[in-house]
């Protein structure tokens, strides 16, 4: 089934850990998103890519670093990571230009002790 | 900052109910898009509203876009227990407001709907 890949599903990890969240899509859609939910606050954009080799910074970037080497993959690193990075992440993607419908992936819950 | 604050953020309602969900901003959308969450999944597209005052229909939900286009609402009859889920709203700014740069959407703060047996 054609969507967005994403893992870990879950993970529990200590603070001032590394650690990268992966999301591959098959359906070559250009723009990649990454978001982080929170109870209350919604859906807030980490990072974004319009298309492969480009990225930009979204609402919330800081402590988080992205890359997009092509189309199908868009990783998220946290380099140390923070109690207050505890969050459900998703991953998202649309066609570029488009204001048509984002498809997310199913989350990495992550939990940071 | 363009914020979307939904209302209520909870509700808990009897299957048959009829129920309204809000979502409001203090600034202009070119569209606005509606997604329900179910628990350990991403959000699904339920329906984009572009123009002022437009009304979609999807079975029992009913969607409205503000004819100023700085709100929308969306009303289910008759609830039912399938319905249950988080209900976020996401608006698209307007081109001129990010030199072009259209493609962040700008999600609610999500409306957490029970609908008991």
């Known amino acids: 089934i054609a969507g967005i890949t994403q893992a870990p599903t879950s993970q529990i990890l200590a603070a001032g850990r590394r650690m990268t969240l992966r999301c591959t899509q098959d359906?070559?859609?250009?723009?990649m998103y990454w978001y982080r939910q929170d109870l209350g606050l919604g859906l807030r954009l980490i990072h974004y890519?319009?298309?492969?080799?480009?990225?930009g910074k979204g609402e919330v970037p800081d402590g988080y670093s992205v890359s997009r080497a092509n189309t199908d993959d868009f990783p998220l690193t946290l380099a140390s990571a923070v109690p207050s990075q505890t969050s459900v992440y998703f991953c998202?993607?649309?066609?570029?230009?488009?204001?048509?419908?984002?498809?997310f992936g199913e989350g990495s819950r992550l939990t940071v002790l | 900052t363009q914020l979307l604050e939904q209302s209520p953020q909870f509700l808990s309602i009897q299957e048959g109910e009829n129920l309204t969900v809000y979502c409001n901003s203090s600034?202009?959308?070119?569209?606005l898009q509606w997604y329900r969450q179910e628990p350990g999944e991403g959000p699904v597209l339920l329906v984009t509203?572009?123009?002022?005052?437009e009304v979609k229909k999807l079975k029992r939900l009913t969607f409205q876009f503000g004819d100023a286009r700085k709100d929308s609402s969306l009303h289910i009859t008759a609830a039912q227990p399938g319905d249950t889920g988080l209900y976020l709203c996401?608006?698209?700014?307007?081109?001129?407001?990010?030199?072009?740069?259209?493609?962040?959407?700008?999600f609610g703060t999500g409306t957490l709907l029970a609908v008991q047996p």
């Open positions: 509203v572009v123009t002022g005052g």
């Open positions: 890519s319009n298309t492969a080799g480009t990225t």
């Open positions: 600034s202009v959308f070119s569209s």
């Open positions: 996401a608006g698209v700014p307007p081109r001129v407001n990010y030199g072009g740069a259209t493609n962040k959407l700008i």
């Open positions: 998202a993607s649309r066609e570029t230009g488009s204001t048509g419908e984002l498809f």
């Open positions: 359906m070559r859609h250009n723009a």
